[in-house]
């Protein structure tokens, strides 16, 4: 397992989508986060750049709804967060959590919990055809092992967020709305040492100006990314 470098952070989760620019204008005016980094191919959105973001990078379209059910905000007040939100239809399924689509197959969540970031990354929902076993994968590529949310869903955490699992399928879709699931780590050196000892799919390394990164194939065809923030990462 990779559990000599195991991740410190859930940073950011990476969609594909045709177009951008409304779901960012959606986050930044309606849900606490402002554009971190925009450039020809991605736009970054977050309420901090070192806590959870999401990546809207573009692609050509439709997408597909694939293995993602949704992406969960950790906010310390649902109530003042639902305020910013007239108009939008929310989902109450439980206590402290409400859910919305926002637009391309993109739905968001709130969950209220002790945080010290609002609109940080809370928990990420994925479809899986056997989620007990997936969550036991994840913990082979570094996850912790976590007991059960609210949804009752097999789940692992990573730097105090989580993954959940829920029983459904996933596909495999041309287009997915799903890029990766990324994971900040101390070296992305390691990571690859470790993925090629045990023989873990490398989808790709790259080397970016603010990081460095790789990515592996993880369970059900969910990419994974493995992220070192050089010295000089300095978004805001």
Excluded at 15 to 36: K, N, Q, S, Y
Aim: aromatic share 8%.
């Amino acid at each position: 397992m990779l559990r000599p470098v195991t991740p410190e952070t859930l940073d950011h989760v990476a969609l594909w989508v045709a177009d951008r620019d409304p779901i960012a204008e959606f986050v930044t005016e309606r849900v606490g986060m402002h554009v971190v980094d925009r450039t020809d191919a991605f736009t970054l959105v977050g309420s901090d750049a070192r806590r959870g973001k999401l990546t809207l990078f573009a692609a050509e379209g439709p997408r597909e709804q694939g293995a993602l059910k949704h992406v969960a905000l950790r906010v310390s007040s649902l109530d003042a967060a639902l305020s910013g939100l007239d108009g939008v239809g929310a989902e109450r399924p439980r206590d402290g959590e409400a859910y919305f689509d926002v637009s391309e197959g993109l739905r968001l969540g709130l969950v209220e919990a002790p945080t010290e970031v609002d609109y940080d990354l809370d928990h990420v929902a994925l479809w899986s055809r056997s989620p007990a076993e997936t969550a036991q994968q994840y913990e082979e590529l570094g996850f912790e092992s976590a007991a059960a949310g609210p949804s009752g869903a097999p789940r692992v955490e990573v730097g105090g967020a989580f993954v959940e699992f829920h029983q459904g399928e996933p596909g495999d879709p041309e287009r997915p709305l799903l890029n990766h699931l990324a994971v900040k780590v101390e070296s992305a050196d390691e990571h690859i040492e470790a993925a090629r000892e045990l023989g873990i799919e490398i989808a790709d390394i790259v080397d970016a100006p603010n990081t460095y990164a790789v990515f592996v194939w993880g369970p059900e065809r969910v990419k994974v990314e493995y992220v070192e923030h050089k010295p000089t990462f300095s978004l805001t």
